[in-house]
């Protein structure tokens, strides 16, 4: 598949962004079908044999659907490029087996993955949060760059959109995906206006009734704005965005603990307490910890109001993008 061929069965621009603990084979099919890429990390597939039962289930549903509706999006799985995922070579060749259609690195140059994805016709896109990264995954040959600017749920970086993208378009011409505060159509016209093809959107699904997401989570993010939002290393020694409520439901007193200093790995912190080295081999043993029980979200949460199904989310940002779309051609 081509990325041409792929913008043919959305019916907007946006790859669902996969989502550490909650995507599942029900959010994934629920957003392809609403015409946009769904996606899930391979590491919430737990258990032997699940991964595979997962991309047979999503497979199976999508090809009952493409029967009757010709905008069902291919899906993506994300692969954690990452030292410490000892699951990655295994998980790897049940997606190539399966012959997943897109596969969202991140976290490392995905060198292998490229080559074993690429033996089938597969499109690998990946997470970038600065230039050093974009110019490493360029040169392992990927199909596209998702360029997780500041403002992001989960792993962010902390670069301007408008800057990174301009300084990405000076050494890249391929695809690139856009990640950070997207909410609404007029934000995903805006974002292609800039130079981007497409948008990564994930605090926006966790509010979907499809997501297992407790429900204590997805209140919390819609009574939630900008200034609710954390960016600290403190949990997983990898930088991210986080619900400041949700770390101090965790125990964490968020004034004491995040407005000292960024230290580096390995220095003591207050109390004694230290950073966290992430195993992503074994997140789900972490305890009271990041993802699990300290909620991540993008700092776009001021914009999202209500739970709704993904189907109602969707067709609302075509509105408001085709919306957008006609007022700023009569603004020419």
Not at 21 to 34: D, G, H, K, R
Not at 60 to 69: A, G, Q, T
Not at 210 to 239: L, V
Request: glycine fraction near 8%; include cysteine; aromatic fraction near 10%.
């Amino acid at each position: 598949m081509t990325v041409e061929k792929l913008k043919e069965f959305l019916r907007l621009p946006v790859i669902a962004a996969p989502l550490f603990i909650l995507s599942n084979p029900q959010t994934v099919v629920a957003q392809c079908c609403a015409g946009i890429v769904g996606s899930f990390p391979a590491l919430n597939a737990r258990g032997d044999g699940t991964l595979k039962h997962w991309l047979e289930e999503i497979t199976n549903s999508l090809d009952k659907e493409r029967e009757n509706n010709r905008f069902v999006a291919p899906y993506a799985v994300n692969q954690i490029v990452h030292a410490s995922n000892s699951r990655l070579e295994k998980d790897l060749k049940v997606c190539v087996d399966a012959k997943v259609p897109i596969t969202i690195t991140s976290l490392r140059a995905p060198n292998e993955v490229v080559h074993a994805v690429k033996s089938y016709g597969g499109l690998v896109f990946h997470d970038v949060i600065n230039i050093r990264h974009a110019e490493k995954a360029i040169e392992a040959g990927v199909d596209g760059l998702i360029l997780v600017a500041a403002g992001a749920g989960g792993h962010a970086g902390t670069i301007n959109p408008f800057a990174l993208v301009t300084e990405v378009r000076k050494i890249y011409s391929g695809p690139i995906v856009l990640a950070g505060s997207i909410t609404n159509g007029s934000q995903i016209l805006a974002a292609q206006v800039m130079g981007a093809d497409f948008v990564y959107m994930g605090t926006k699904f966790i509010c979907s009734a499809e997501c297992r997401a407790p429900e204590d989570y997805k209140d919390m993010i819609i009574r939630a704005s900008a200034n609710d939002i954390i960016y600290t290393n403190f949990f997983t020694g990898i930088y991210g965005s986080y619900l400041k409520e949700s770390a101090e439901k965790a125990g964490y007193n968020a004034r004491k603990t995040f407005s000292w200093p960024r230290f580096k790995l390995g220095l003591q912190l207050f109390l004694g307490k230290k950073f966290k080295q992430i195993n992503f081999s074994s997140f789900e043993k972490l305890g009271s910890k990041a993802w699990k029980d300290i909620w991540s979200a993008g700092q776009g949460v001021g914009d999202i109001h209500q739970n709704k199904r993904t189907a109602e989310i969707v067709s609302q940002l075509i509105e408001e993008y085709s919306r957008t779309k006609e007022a700023v051609i009569k603004m020419l």
